[in-house]
């Protein structure tokens, strides 16, 4: 068997670059653990980014996908298919109300690429306006939407007719929605900006907004959607109306799927050959997605994220730790505000046995499986308290 430091030296060689690594090696999963090739287990907070709602190597997800690559593992979307053709049937019947068509895709990144073009395509306008602190994917058109400099300088120029604007505030949202906006795109909780969720007044003066001024409203629900945040949309904790919803990572248990909703204000715009993707929307994806919606309403997983998201909270607030100015989120999606950089809190995690994520340069963010237990949540925050008051001490040493 070849050596783990010779399988890293061949990634570092022969992988693209594009990811800052940490010296972990891991190799297997199941439920909020992983194990690394040294045999070590972590507590998963980094979840794939997200996407392991269920857990990794959930057993129903594993069994779907494996029945379905017995059967048929793709299939074009120029043949009807029947399990894609349940998969949208299912989503419809869950999505906010209006949402009754689907396109399948590969990706939050192309679910948001395809919102784009549908909403340029439905109101015959081009301008976009988006939020400061918003992320939407690295392509070109989702990365257009995203605010961050440093993911956009390099690429520029990017596609034309994208305003930004600071989130949570409908006065500056109001001054840039004008009769060229073809929709306005914004997330519910803003994940890589910092764990930020606006608030339900904002949201619905911003629907009016769109309705009035003929705009389209676009909710990106890649990292909130399917319970993530304790309601199965999290654009319902403030019932909240969208022409268009993105969803991706966690929406096939761990296998690539992107999705679109829309409803008929939309979909009448749409013709065979606007738009396409080879994979989307393929047997494998679509058995490994309906195994996840199985799962999340079994399991009661929406209801889980919403009591251990609030106990993870309650129990990080109280640990009253000075390195950390704020603790906020929604659900199982939960973000710590430092008062210094994060890159070392992170390293120092792993060496306890948690493995988290930052959003941001100061911010610790907690992204677990919705299956995570409450002891394994108790092993977190102990972490987190070791580690950020040790940090902490470190700030204040002269």
Known sequence: MQSIDYLKCLEAEHGSGLYPKRDVMIVRGEGAKVWDAHGRAYIDCVGGHGVVLLGHSHPAVVSAVKEQAETLTTCPGTFYNDKRAELVSKLAAIAPAGLTRSYLCNSGAEAVEAALKFARLATGRTGFVATMRGFHGRTMGALSATWEKAYRTPFEPLVPGFSHVPFDNIDKAAAAISEDTAAVIVEIVQGEGGVRPGNGAYFASLRQLCDDRGALLIVDEVQ???????????????????????????????????????????????????????????????????????????????????????????????????????????????????????????????????????????????????????????????????????????????
């Open 224 to 398: 909130t959607g399917l319970g993530r945040t304790g309601r199965l949309f999290a654009c319902e904790h403030h019932g909240l109306r969208p022409d268009l919803l993105c969803l991706g990572k966690g929406v096939a248990g761990g296998v690539p799927m992107g999705a679109t909703l829309f409803g008929e204000n939309v979909a009448w715009a749409l013709k065979p050959g606007h738009h396409s993707t080879t994979f989307g929307g393929n047997p494998l994806a679509c058995a490994a997605a309906l195994a996840t919606l199985d799962v999340l309403k079994a399991e009661d997983l929406v209801l889980q994220a919403s009591k251990k998201g609030a106990y993870l909270m309650e129990k990080l607030r109280a640990l009253d730790l000075p390195f950390v100015s704020e603790v906020r989120g929604m659900g199982l999606m939960v973000g710590l505000q430092l008062r210094g950089k994060v890159r070392h809190a992170l390293m120092a995690l792993v060496d306890h046995g948690v493995l988290a994520l930052p959003a941001g340069t100061t911010v610790l963010r907690l992204l677990p499986p919705l299956v995570i237990t409450f002891d394994e949540l108790d092993a977190v925050i102990d972490a987190i308290a070791v580690v950020l008051r040790s940090a902490d001490d470190e700030r204040q040493r002269p």
